[in-house]
């Protein structure tokens, strides 16, 4: 019985840690370049042109260009 305790207090113990990460990116993107985008969406559901609508409104706040052609 103490041991099964001991092993219950160890994984209590060791729920309680924390880990701190950092995150760089990198990417070769061009800032000339134009910002052009499409979506497309491999069903023709409501839900599968709602979140294409969606996509397109965010991408289009950014600076983005809706290229539907």
């Known amino acids: 019985m ?38 497309l969406a491999s069903e023709q559901s409501l839900e599968a042109r709602t979140y294409a609508q969606t996509i397109s409104q965010q991408l289009t706040k950014l600076g983005w260009q809706n290229v539907t052609s």
């Open 2 to 39: 103490k041991k099964i305790a001991i092993v219950m207090a160890s994984f209590l113990l060791a729920g309680c840690q924390s880990i701190s990460t950092s995150v760089s990116r990198f990417n070769a993107m061009e800032t000339a370049a134009p910002k052009r985008f499409r979506v």
